[in-house]
């Protein structure tokens, strides 16, 4: 009967969380500059000209339909024969930002549709400016519609970054690997980065439960 030794996986501890901690950097960058990337593209799909939507549309499809694993190794292996090296880190990072930035553009630009047109046009006859439209009617309203969305996305950029170790960037994943390899204790090390996992995306979830209830309760104009 197999004997479960935790031991060897608790003497390297450090390696595992060492990993989480850069396992949680990915994700806030990823996460905030994908973020950016998503509003620029976002109302650039709702308002902007015709090819401006098109190459946009390209974007979103070419990385919601394609494997997130053929993105990261494209940019890892396939840059450099045009010239541009990143690191297993630097390639890890744009990867997760291309692809947040896809996934978050449809779900913002969803959250800016939702807004009743009449609300626009009712701004427009007020004489507001396009970007007053936007402070004071759309993205309050666009906020609370979206965050549920962009709150899972996050948990799922979260899960997702644990294909970076297929560069060989240093997330929790490959220190699992690197644990792995040193204690041959291959159930305990990868039971502990599913419970750390599974901890990481429960925590999350409850905190941005939390925050949805103290900063989003309020109605939504109809």
């Known amino acids: 009967m197999y004997r479960f030794d935790f031991a060897p996986v608790f003497a390297h501890m450090d390696i595992l969380l060492?990993?989480?901690?850069?396992?949680?950097?990915?994700?806030?960058?990823?996460?905030?500059l994908g973020g950016v990337v998503s509003i620029i593209c976002a109302?650039?799909?709702?308002?902007?000209?015709?090819?401006?939507?098109?190459?946009?549309?390209?974007?979103?499809?070419?990385?919601?339909?394609?494997?997130?694993?053929?993105?990261?190794?494209?940019?890892?292996?396939?840059?450099?024969?045009?010239?541009?090296?990143?690191?297993?880190?630097?390639?890890?990072?744009?990867?997760?930002?291309?692809n947040v930035g896809a996934y978050a553009t449809e779900i913002i630009r969803a959250g800016i549709e939702a807004i009743p047109r009449g609300q626009v046009e009712a701004g427009i006859a007020l004489g507001l400016e396009r970007m007053q439209i936007y402070r004071y009617i759309v993205v309050k309203q666009a906020l609370r519609t979206i965050y549920p969305a962009l709150s899972s996305q996050f948990i799922h950029l979260i899960l997702t970054s644990s294909v970076v170790s297929a560069i060989s960037a240093s997330d929790l994943s490959a220190a699992g690997k690197e644990v792995d390899s040193i204690t041959f204790a291959s159930f305990e090390v990868y039971l502990t980065?599913?419970?750390?996992y599974l901890?990481?995306?429960?925590?999350?979830?409850?905190?941005f439960n939390l925050i949805r209830r103290l900063a989003f309760n309020y109605?939504?104009?109809?």
């Not at 980065?193 to 750390?196: D, N």
């Not at 901890?199 to 409850?206: H, N, V």
């Not at 109605?219 to 109809?222: H, M, W, Y």
């Open 18 to 32: 060492a990993g989480t901690w850069v396992t949680l950097q990915y994700s806030f960058i990823a996460m905030l």
């Open 219 to 222: 109605p939504l104009a109809r």
């Open 199 to 207: 901890a990481l995306s429960i925590g999350f979830a409850g905190l």
């Open 43 to 98: 109302i650039a799909k709702t308002s902007g000209p015709a090819p401006v939507r098109w190459l946009v549309d390209a974007y979103v499809e070419v990385i919601r339909n394609t494997p997130f694993l053929v993105q990261i190794f494209f940019i890892f292996f396939g840059l450099p024969s045009i010239g541009v090296r990143l690191s297993p880190n630097e390639a890890a990072i744009l990867a997760l930002v291309v």
């Open 193 to 196: 980065i599913t419970l750390i």
